[in-house]
């Protein structure tokens, strides 16, 4: 791994043992840089305060072993990700304005593909991690990590039964706290539909009944136009010396009609004239039955006035006409079948709501019979490690137990809280040693204990979910002693499966190392590329003894040195 311009390091290369690595040197050199670096590279948060004073970007490079056919593998190809014999590059670029950039087998991708691949790559533990653990919802999903399929099945389906619980008691409540409001709305829909349905409007009813009151309203005048234009159509019977039109046409067509044979031309014109006659004749008809037909009747217009005041009050209410008014019938009928139908549906979905309770208080019965088997085989597995951490007569239990609540599920022939996963309260308990009572280890561990039961509950995760590396950040923090001897041998003893880096500031545990490397800073508080090197024979014997005592030519601390090495040796 190549860093650049990133916090105190100015250009470094650090290179990992395919085992254990321990990373060293002085407070503030920059130790804390390397995991910092390797979080980049996994995708992790890019802070533009971590840029070197000065510089325009830091830039953290690194060539990372992929196994063969893993999704790994699998999902940086997916990316476009090309790999160089079994090994991919992976670059991360921040600017000092905080933009971020990552680039994966030469190909630019976004920053979340890192993070996917450090789920499958890498295990990065430090102190914030051990306060994680401090939290019982971190302790649970360890227990249920750890149980693995017997507790993800279940799950699984407990989690899609709670959602839909969740959401028919959403719709449920909605229902039932608006039943005023719907049974207030059904009560004016029903007011609606049967003033509608009292007065039975058809579909163009008030255009017609307009026409008709237009019509009868002008009688006389219509009565008297048609006689008028009829007696000049046809003439007037009753005066014998009086011309009209259709005598006048008559007189014109025979003037031609004695003299058509001689030119086409006039023939035409006769024709016309003729059909100027029939036309005459047939409209003339028409304003005898007009006028014969016309309905003067003023009970009529007075029954057609009442009809349209009636239409009136509708379209005032439910539309600008009769034809608007018959759609909001329609689509007042349909909503009042659906606020009808709400009594129906909250009967379903109560029956539904209680079915998924039921079901759900099976499922969690089964997530906490599950998670009790898996507790006890997790805090027998945990006490055997922390017997090999100095910790011999420390005891680790899980606490699995519920809530009462009159609202909550059956569980165990109790009603119980419960939640997204399910209804158990999980909490790790520690015993350090014989007759202490079990407490949580939030209250019952010290520092150094802490860290022992992390670096015990990391190492019984390897092996059930194995991943290729480790990263540890100073979690033997508060150790010392022959605790830190055993935390160095048992970390050795996890290297032999998988790739260990450990920043630590312990000798005894830097002893254990395949590889130590020291980081330190130049006269100008800067980490050269030479500022990051590999401690071989006489200098790391040195870097032991300043480790030890502060001082790297103390004969008595050097002397402590190479019996830790020995011992390391031996061990291995």
Known sequence: MRIRSLGVIDDAVVELSPGFTAV???????????????????????????????????????????????????????????????????????????????????????VGVLAE???????????????????????????????????????????GAYRRLRAVAVELEELVTRARERAQEADLLRFGLDEIAAVEPLPGEDVELAAEAERLGHA???????????????????????????TLVAGAHRALESVRSHDPALAALAERIGEVAILLGDVAGELAGYA????????????VEERRAALTALTRKYGEDITAVLAWAQESADRLTELDGDDDR??????????????????????????????????????????????????VSFA??????????????????????????VELLLAPHPGAPARPIAKGASGGELSRVMLAVEVVFAGTDPVPTYLFDEVDAGVGGKAAVEIGRRLAKLAKSAQVVVVTHLPQ?????????????????????????VLEGEDRVRELSRMLAGQEDSETARAHAEELLATARADG
Not at 363 to 387: I, P, S
């Open 24 to 110: 060293t040197g002085e407070t503030g050199a920059g130790k804390t840089m390397v995991v910092t670096s390797l979080g980049l590279l996994l995708g992790g948060r890019a802070d533009p305060a971590l840029v070197r004073i000065g510089a325009k970007a830091a830039v953290v490079e690194g060539r990372i072993a992929l196994r063969p056919g893993s999704s790994a593998v699998l999902r940086a190809e997916e990316a476009g990700a090309e790999l160089d014999e079994g090994t991919l590059l992976v670059s991360r670029t921040v600017s000092a304005e905080g933009r971020s950039r990552a680039f994966l087998g030469g190909r630019s991708v976004p």
């Open 117 to 159: 691949l450090a789920d499958e790559l890498v295990a990065v533990h430090g102190q914030t991690d051990q306060q994680g653990l401090l939290r019982p919802a971190r302790q649970r999903e360890a227990l249920d990590r750890y149980a693995g399929d017997a507790v993800a099945g279940p799950l699984a389906k407990y989690a």
């Open 220 to 246: 006389e005048a219509l009565a008297s136009a048609a006689a008028l234009a009829h007696s000049a159509l046809a003439g007037n019977p009753e005066d014998p010396e009086s011309v009209d039109g259709a």
């Open 292 to 303: 014969a037909d016309l309905d003067a009747d003023p009970l009529r217009l007075a029954a």
């Open 346 to 395: 909250i009967e379903q979905l109560t029956a539904e709501r209680d079915g998924l309770r039921g079901e759900l208080s099976v499922l969690a019965q089964e997530l906490t019979d599950a998670r009790t088997e898996a507790a006890a085989r997790f805090a027998e597995a945990v006490t055997a490690e922390l017997a090999s951490l100095a910790m011999p007569h420390a005891r």
């Open 400 to 425: 699995v137990g519920q809530s009462e609540d009159p609202e909550g599920v059956e569980v165990g022939g109790r009603t119980v809280a419960y939640g997204p996963t399910g209804a158990d309260e």
């Open 509 to 533: 545990v830097a002893a254990f190392a395949d590889r130590q490397l020291l980081v330190e800073k130049t006269n100008d508080g800067s980490v050269t590329r030479s500022g990051v090197t």
